[in-house]
C-alpha cells in the first residue's frame, strides 16, 4: 500500500458485512485477536474510529459510515478492472500488431493466411505493417514481428515458420557481355544489385568449401520487385529467394552464373516477448501461423 492508502481495507469490510470480528477473522482465515488489532491500526492511522463496539453490538460511526461506502466502491471498481484485464487477455477478440517482413513474401504469401485467420475468427482485428525498417517489437509495441534472415535479439521467443532457397541469378543477356564466372571470389569484378543482406554466403555443392563475399551493389534497393526487374533487364547479378524467381528460372529469362556454389537459405521466423502471459488472441495467432506454414511446405 502506499502512504495514502492504509492497510486493512479488506479486514474493515469483512467486519463491517458480516456484522462480526470473530466472521471476519474467519472469513480472511486470521484470528480474532489479529482482526481487532488490524482494525485497530487502520483507526490509528486515520486518526478517526470507524466502530463502535460493545459486548453485544457493532455499528459505525459517521466517519466509518463514509470510509465503508467510498471503501466498497473502490474494491468494487478495482475486482472490475482486474476481471477486465484478465477476459480481455483471454478473449480471442481485440487487435493484434504486426509487422512483417514485406515485398512478394508479405503480399501474397503472409497476407492470405492472415486474411484467413480474420474470417476463421471474427472478432480479431488487424493492424499489419509491412515497414521496410527492422522495428523493434518492444519499444514500438507489437504483439508479432516477422523476420527473414539471421536473429540476434535474445530478448524474444523465436518460432520458425519456413525457409527459403536463395538464388544466384542473371539475365542470359548479362552474361554474354561479361567474363565467365568461376568463383563467388570472381562477383567482385561483376554488377551487382542488392537488398538488405550486405554479406552473401556460398557454400561449393560438391566440396563444402565456403565463401562469404561483402557485397557493394551497383543498385541498393530493399524492393524485391526492383531489384529482379532490374535483374530481369541485365543491369546486373542479384540474390533472389526461390518464390520470386522460379517462373523465371523455368522459363530461362534468369540463370545461375555459379551453379556449382549454392547460396545459404534464409530462414522466416515469428518473434514475440519472452513472456509466460501472451494473450490469448496472440497465442492462437501463432499457432495458426505456424500451422499454416507447415501445410504450405507439405
Same mark, same amino acid.
Given at each position: 500500500? %502506499?502512504?495514502?492508502?492504509?492497510?486493512?481495507?479488506?479486514?474493515?469490510?469483512?467486519?463491517?458485512?458480516?456484522?462480526?470480528? $470473530?466472521?471476519?477473522?474467519?472469513?480472511?482465515?486470521?484470528?480474532?485477536?489479529?482482526?481487532?488489532?488490524?482494525?485497530?491500526?487502520?483507526?490509528?492511522?486515520?486518526?478517526?474510529?470507524?466502530?463502535?463496539?460493545?459486548?453485544?453490538?457493532? %455499528?459505525?460511526?459517521?466517519?466509518?459510515?463514509?470510509?465503508?461506502?467510498?471503501?466498497?466502491?473502490?474494491?468494487?471498481?478495482?475486482?472490475?478492472?482486474?476481471?477486465?484485464?484478465?477476459?480481455?487477455?483471454?478473449?480471442?477478440?481485440?487487435?493484434?500488431?504486426?509487422?512483417?517482413?514485406?515485398?512478394?513474401?508479405?503480399?501474397?504469401?503472409?497476407?492470405?493466411?492472415?486474411?484467413?485467420?480474420?474470417?476463421?475468427? !471474427?472478432?480479431?482485428?488487424?493492424?499489419?505493417?509491412? $515497414? =521496410?525498417?527492422?522495428?523493434?517489437?518492444?519499444?514500438?509495441?507489437?504483439?508479432?514481428?516477422?523476420?527473414?534472415?539471421?536473429?540476434?535479439? %535474445?530478448?524474444?521467443?523465436?518460432?520458425?515458420?519456413?525457409?527459403?532457397?536463395?538464388?544466384?541469378?542473371? %539475365?542470359?543477356?548479362?552474361?554474354?557481355?561479361? !567474363?565467365?564466372?568461376?568463383?563467388?571470389?570472381?562477383?567482385?569484378?561483376?554488377?551487382?544489385?542488392?537488398?538488405?543482406?550486405?554479406?552473401? $554466403?556460398?557454400?561449393?555443392?560438391?566440396?563444402?568449401?565456403?565463401?562469404?563475399?561483402?557485397?557493394?551493389?551497383?543498385?541498393?534497393?530493399?524492393?524485391?520487385?526492383?531489384?529482379?526487374?532490374?535483374?530481369?533487364?541485365?543491369?546486373?547479378?542479384?540474390?533472389? !529467394?526461390?518464390? /520470386?524467381?522460379?517462373?523465371?528460372?523455368?522459363?530461362?529469362?534468369?540463370?545461375? !552464373?555459379?551453379?556449382?556454389?549454392?547460396?545459404? =537459405?534464409?530462414?522466416?521466423?515469428?518473434? /514475440?516477448?519472452? $513472456?509466460?502471459?501472451?494473450?490469448?488472441?496472440?497465442?492462437?495467432?501463432?499457432?495458426?501461423?505456424?500451422?499454416?506454414?507447415?501445410?504450405?511446405?507439405?
Amino acid at each position: 500500500m %502506499s502512504a495514502n492508502v492504509p492497510e486493512g481495507i479488506p479486514e474493515f469490510l469483512a467486519v463491517v458485512e458480516t456484522q462480526s470480528f $470473530s466472521k471476519a477473522a474467519e472469513q480472511r482465515n486470521l484470528s480474532r485477536a489479529r482482526i481487532s488489532q488490524i482494525i485497530s491500526g487502520l483507526e490509528k492511522h486515520m486518526g478517526v474510529q470507524l466502530l463502535y463496539r460493545s459486548t453485544r453490538s457493532l %455499528s459505525l460511526s459517521p466517519a466509518g459510515e463514509t470510509f465503508y461506502q467510498l471503501s466498497r466502491q473502490g474494491i468494487d471498481q478495482l475486482e472490475h478492472a482486474v476481471q477486465s484485464a484478465q477476459n480481455a487477455h483471454a478473449s480471442i477478440g481485440g487487435k493484434i500488431r504486426i509487422n512483417s517482413v514485406g515485398g512478394l513474401f508479405g503480399e501474397a504469401i503472409l497476407a492470405p493466411i492472415m486474411i484467413r485467420f480474420m474470417i476463421d475468427n !471474427p472478432q480479431i482485428e488487424i493492424d499489419l505493417s509491412f $515497414s =521496410s525498417t527492422r522495428e523493434d517489437l518492444i519499444e514500438a509495441q507489437y504483439d508479432l514481428v516477422v523476420r527473414m534472415g539471421s536473429l540476434s535479439n %535474445s530478448n524474444l521467443i523465436g518460432r520458425k515458420l519456413t525457409h527459403y532457397t536463395n538464388h544466384l541469378v542473371a %539475365s542470359p543477356v548479362y552474361l554474354t557481355s561479361m !567474363p565467365t564466372l568461376k568463383s563467388p571470389k570472381d562477383l567482385l569484378d561483376h554488377a551487382l544489385i542488392n537488398g538488405s543482406v550486405k554479406r552473401w $554466403s556460398f557454400t561449393h555443392t560438391t566440396t563444402k568449401e565456403k565463401y562469404e563475399l561483402p557485397v557493394l551493389g551497383k543498385l541498393t534497393c530493399s524492393n524485391g520487385h526492383v531489384s529482379k526487374l532490374a535483374t530481369l533487364n541485365g543491369a546486373g547479378i542479384s540474390r533472389q !529467394p526461390a518464390y /520470386y524467381v522460379e517462373q523465371e528460372i523455368a522459363e530461362g529469362l534468369l540463370v545461375n !552464373p555459379l551453379p556449382d556454389w549454392q547460396l545459404s =537459405s534464409s530462414d522466416v521466423t515469428l518473434l /514475440y516477448p519472452k $513472456s509466460r502471459n501472451i494473450s490469448l488472441r496472440v497465442k492462437t495467432l501463432v499457432d495458426y501461423l505456424i500451422e499454416a506454414f507447415n501445410i504450405t511446405a507439405n
